[in-house]
């Protein structure tokens, strides 16, 4: 299995807007129980970083975009699909609707936990969860 996160940078932070993130963590979950072990496959880089956008998107969903507008937003996150083909798992603080539609669409489950500051700490509090 493999799960990706989204962060900063090697520093393993967590950033905190799964589509704006600089980069995405993967970790290859190998064994069960005591004995399952992650580790760090390596850092993909995500296209659409921006910075500025950790604490939430420039755009709103307001519900007032036509069709188009909703085709083009949901396009621009197909590219986070690509990079992370080969992943079972997305593990988030936070992502909008059109990631987590774009990822499931692609076979890749988006969840949400609050709370931790590092990759390793937030893949812990998904693994325990999912046990």
Known sequence: MKIA?????ESLKIFRNAGHTPYFAVFTIQGSGMFRTANLEGLRENPRVNLEAEAGCHHEHTGQE???????????????AE????????????????????LEEAG???????GQSGAKEILSAFLKQAA
Do not use: Y
């Not at 996160?5 to 940078?9: G, I, L, R, T, Y």
């Not at 890749?108 to 609050?114: D, E, G, K, L, N």
């Open 5 to 9: 996160v989204p962060v900063h940078d």
């Open 108 to 114: 890749i489950s988006v969840s949400a936990i609050q």
């Open 66 to 80: 036509c069709d188009e507008e909703k085709r083009a937003h949901k396009e621009e996150h197909r590219v986070m």
């Open 83 to 102: 990079i992370l083909h080969d992943c079972d798992h997305l593990v988030v603080a936070k992502a909008c609707k059109n990631t987590k539609q774009v």
